[in-house]
């Protein structure tokens, strides 16, 4: 069972790269062992995110093929 929204955080990512104004991306609270669908605003001018994780299939600035 998968506990975090992997697409839903591939689909921001992407918008980052694609000059969104607004992204928003899910949080996991460790603490409550759940997923926070759009807990985390990225505002337009944020220029640094650092995106951590083990789980990631793709990468989101490449094309598909």
Known sequence: VESFDIDGLYLAIK???DNA?????PKFDRERDISIAGAI????ETRIVVIEGSNFRRNPFEESA
């Open 41 to 44: 605003w990225i505002r337009p």
């Open 21 to 25: 104004d607004n992204v928003f991306i």
């Open 15 to 17: 918008s980052l790269s």
